[in-house]
């Protein structure tokens, strides 16, 4: 069975850092596109990063770009999400997800994500 399990979560001042943790387990995490998504209460889930199945390059919402930095490690079989200068508008709960979806230049929509974490919640608040 195909699993992502997320961890790293937590509460984090303005200003701090976090890194987000999905590992998986049942496949090889490698063979799929990476993606992380939030949703901040009242509000529809957006998507915050992605790296293709196709080229590996990694993409970034214009809100966390240069703040974030998506990654994988092979060995681990794990995904990351590295969040610096985190902002009280960061506060969500944020999801990995992995797709078989090939593509280039853009990060699939949510509904193309076939396997889901069980979200880690972020709240950065002072």
């Known amino acids: 069975q195909l699993q992502l399990g997320e961890s790293g979560g937590g509460l984090v001042q303005p200003g701090g850092s976090l890194m987000l943790s999905c590992a998986a387990s049942g496949f090889t995490l490698g063979d799929y596109g990476i993606g992380w998504f939030r949703q901040a209460p009242g509000k529809e889930r957006e998507g915050v990063a992605c790296?293709?199945?196709?080229?590996?390059?990694?993409k970034y919402a214009d809100s966390v770009k240069g703040r974030f930095t998506i990654s994988r490690d092979s060995a681990k079989n794990t995904g990351y999400l590295q969040m610096n200068s985190l902002q009280p508008e960061d506060t969500a709960v944020y999801y990995c997800a992995v797709t078989s979806l090939r593509v280039y230049g853009y990060c699939p929509s949510s509904q193309n994500y076939d396997t889901w974490g069980q979200g880690a919640q972020v709240t950065v608040s002072s």
């Open positions: 790296i293709s199945r196709l080229t590996g390059s990694p």
